[in-house]
Structures are given as C-alpha cells and as structure tokens.
C-alpha cells in the first residue's frame, strides 16, 4: 500500500476543489456526464457496508483517513491519495479517525476505456495497489470532479479518459487482469447500448445474440473479459442508475422500483444495497442533506 503526507500531492488534488467546514454526514452527486457519475461525500465512522460496481471506482481523499477493506486487506488513504478500485471487486468504506472523512469519487464504465487503451489493451488494466501516489493520476481525478455542478464536456471528457488510461496502465498488475486472445469491442460496444436502451425490461440472450452477432457463451466471455462483468449484472446496473437518478423527484421506492425494472421495492433494495453499500432510503437521506 502506499500513502503519502497531506504535503505534496494532496496540493495537486486539493488545492483546487472547495473546501467544506460542514460537519454533516452527506453525500453530492454531480450531473451525469457521458456515462461518468462523480459524488462528494463526508462521513464519520463506518459509512459503507460491503458492496460492488461493474464500474472503476476512482477517487481522491480531501480529508481526514479514508479506510476501507478491499481484497482481504484493509487500507488506509491520506489526503492527496488515488484510490483505483477495480470492477465488480467488494469493498466497505468509512472514515478511520474521530475527524471525519470529506472524499471525491468518479466511477467510470470500462467501456469507456476501450478506444483510450488502443493496442496496448490485453484486458481491464488490475492495479495491485488500490492507494496510489501518483501526482499526474491525482491531477487527473482532480481535474473531472473539480466542477461537481456542471456536466464534463466532450472534448474535456476525451482528455480526462486518456488521461485516467494512462495512468492505470502505470500502476497496472501485467500478470493480472489479462484474458489471452483479442475481444470483439464492437460486438461489446453493440451489446452495451442495446442492454441501456432497454434496462428497463427483461432482455434475453437470444436477442443478445442477434444484437452481437456472437453466441451466448462466446459473448458472456468477452463482455466478461472486456469490462469485467456479465451482461446480467450490466443490465441490472443500468437500472440501479436510472433509480437512482430518480430518488429525491418525490416519487415512492415502490414507484421507481417498479418503473426501473425490478419486480418490487424489496428487490429493487437489495440490489441498491449491495451495489451502493446503504439502503436506497439512507442514500436519500444523505443525498438531500448535501
């Protein structure tokens, strides 16, 4: 694990986002842009029980000690830190001091990554080390998440990627995370925008199968190899997004749940809950205190 001070890098991520004194536990989330979703949250104590993303989870901490346990380990990250989480890896997370807890996360599909990895793709980059020091890394994170009231435009976006792309691959595990022989991306690509388009139904593999032009086995291993998930999990994962998008419109867990594409609320909560670590009412809660 590496740690640094709160000198050095923590002036590259944290000189340049706003400060809070509020003592607060909450949670703010940014406008979608692109796919990428970004929050700030605070927290004291525990904040998070295990869950799990089909995205990376990236982030910066501000303040305080960040703790969470990740592959058996727990880990400890100091102001100006990255934290790289990989997909669908289970993690919690909390602060590990009296002061408190104040952190930025961006999570972003690996999807995404594709056209920015190029030819030195051989699978999701697997960063060992999930606290890194890393000055152009920490700028890069700082540089998405420094304007959480506004979208990221287009040409910013491309920037930011290439720019978070290159700096998994310095710290990425060669051994790790690589799957032999290449994937079709177009056919991954295809099989994405379908399961978005239609996340809230119920989408069979026989109309994957059309949509990607491969068979059901041979797509479950390269959507697997390629963003590190299932299409199942994928599909679930975009509803949890929508839902979430929809919490403090006013309408009822039960409305959205069943509006998303879960068959109730108490599927609907489950899934939040292993997906986001708190229940989808704790996260309203939180989300309309920021």
Same mark, same amino acid.
């Given at each position: 694990?590496?740690?640094?001070?709160?000198?050095?890098?923590?002036?590259?991520?944290?000189?340049?986002?706003?400060?809070?004194?509020?003592?607060?536990?909450?949670?703010?989330?940014?406008?979608?842009?692109?796919?990428?979703?970004?929050?700030?949250?605070?927290?004291?104590?525990?904040?998070?029980?295990?869950?799990?993303?089909?995205?990376?989870?990236?982030?910066?901490?501000?303040?305080?000690?960040?703790?969470?346990?990740?592959?058996?380990?727990?880990?400890?990250?100091?102001?100006?830190?990255?934290?790289?989480?990989?997909?669908?890896?289970?993690?919690?997370?909390?602060?590990?001091?009296?002061?408190?807890?104040?952190?930025? =996360?961006?999570?972003?599909?690996?999807?995404?990554?594709?056209?920015?990895?190029?030819?030195?793709?051989?699978?999701?980059?697997?960063?060992?080390?999930?606290?890194?020091?890393?000055?152009?890394?920490?700028?890069?994170?700082?540089?998405? =998440?420094?304007?959480?009231?506004?979208?990221?435009?287009?040409?910013?976006?491309?920037?930011?990627?290439?720019?978070?792309?290159?700096?998994?691959?310095?710290?990425?595990?060669?051994?790790?995370?690589?799957?032999?022989?290449?994937?079709?991306?177009?056919?991954?690509?295809?099989?994405?925008?379908?399961?978005?388009?239609?996340?809230?139904?119920?989408?069979?593999?026989?109309?994957?199968?059309?949509?990607?032009?491969?068979?059901?086995?041979?797509?479950?291993?390269?959507?697997?190899?390629?963003?590190?998930?299932?299409?199942?999990?994928?599909?679930? =994962?975009?509803?949890?997004?929508?839902?979430?998008?929809?919490?403090?419109?006013?309408?009822?867990?039960?409305?959205?749940?069943?509006?998303?594409?879960?068959?109730?609320?108490?599927?609907?909560?489950?899934?939040?809950?292993?997906?986001?670590? =708190?229940?989808?009412?704790?996260?309203?809660?939180?989300?309309?205190?920021?």
């Amino acid at each position: 694990m590496l740690v640094t001070s709160a000198g050095s890098i923590a002036c590259a991520g944290q000189s340049n986002l706003e400060r809070s004194c509020t003592t607060n536990d909450s949670i703010r989330i940014a406008p979608a842009s692109g796919g990428i979703a970004r929050i700030e949250a605070q927290f004291h104590g525990d904040a998070f029980e295990p869950h799990r993303h089909d995205t990376y989870a990236l982030g910066l901490t501000l303040r305080g000690v960040q703790t969470f346990s990740y592959r058996g380990i727990v880990r400890y990250s100091q102001p100006g830190n990255v934290i790289v989480l990989h997909p669908d890896e289970v993690h919690d997370g909390g602060a590990a001091t009296e002061e408190g807890l104040r952190y930025r =996360m961006m999570y972003l599909p690996p999807e995404m990554l594709i056209d920015a990895l190029g030819d030195r793709r051989g699978g999701l980059p697997f960063v060992g080390s999930p606290v890194v020091a890393d000055r152009a890394f920490a700028e890069s994170l700082a540089d998405a =998440m420094r304007d959480l009231n506004g979208e990221i435009g287009d040409l910013h976006m491309n920037d930011i990627v290439s720019r978070i792309a290159d700096g998994l691959l310095r710290h990425a595990d060669s051994a790790v995370g690589k799957v032999g022989g290449k994937t079709d991306a177009n056919a991954i690509r295809r099989t994405c925008e379908h399961l978005q388009a239609h996340s809230q139904r119920q989408v069979t593999s026989g109309e994957l199968e059309k949509v990607s032009g491969l068979d059901r086995f041979t797509l479950a291993r390269h959507f697997r190899a390629s963003l590190g998930t299932s299409p199942h999990r994928y599909l679930i =994962m975009r509803r949890l997004e929508r839902a979430r998008d929809m919490i403090g419109s006013g309408r009822s867990l039960v409305e959205i749940a069943l509006e998303t594409g879960f068959a109730d609320q108490a599927h609907f909560t489950r899934h939040f809950k292993k997906t986001h670590g =708190m229940t989808p009412g704790r996260w309203a809660t939180l989300s309309s205190q920021s």
